[in-house]
């Protein structure tokens, strides 16, 4: 009987210096909020008018705006996208919601890798077709790479299958 009671008196010991000696965290101290600076609101409102200049694109093509302002790439029928004479010849899929899809059999796959790269982010890269994403913060990154946007329209026109839609006509970094 000793031993049980001794062996429960230690367990509770036990447990009690454990509870005395338990980390407590302390809560992070707050920051000091700070007041934007006028670059920072200039470059907010120019983002707001490049979102709007955007959404009115995806309107007048009659993709409908969509949760985040742009369209849902699941679903989405591009078949009345028009072909150009030579696509065969040509590695890139471009779509109005700013999709871009790279066919790795082509000929011209390797230079049209090197400038989708440079400008848009990787999706998904599968073995036959690469997915990749035209986004504001790749093409800021390309134009610090030192490419220009009329650069990029007309190497997007010349790798393109398709005629580059409208949305994608709007860039003005």
Known sequence: KKDKKDKKREKKQAK??????????APAPVRNLEVPSMVDQERYALQKERDYLFQQAEIEEGLGVHKGGLPH???KDFTELELKPDHAMRPLWVCPDRNVFLET????????LEFVVAIAEPVN????????????YSLFAAVTVGLETSAITSTLHKFSKVKVPL???????
């Open 16 to 25: 009690e210096a454990a509870a005395k000696t338990s980390i407590c965290v």
């Open 73 to 75: 790439t699941q679903g």
């Open 105 to 112: 059999t082509s000929e011209l796959y390797l230079k049209a």
């Open 125 to 136: 890269r599968a073995t036959y077709i690469h997915q990749y994403k035209i986004s504001e």
């Open 167 to 173: 949305i994608l006509s709007l860039i003005h970094i």
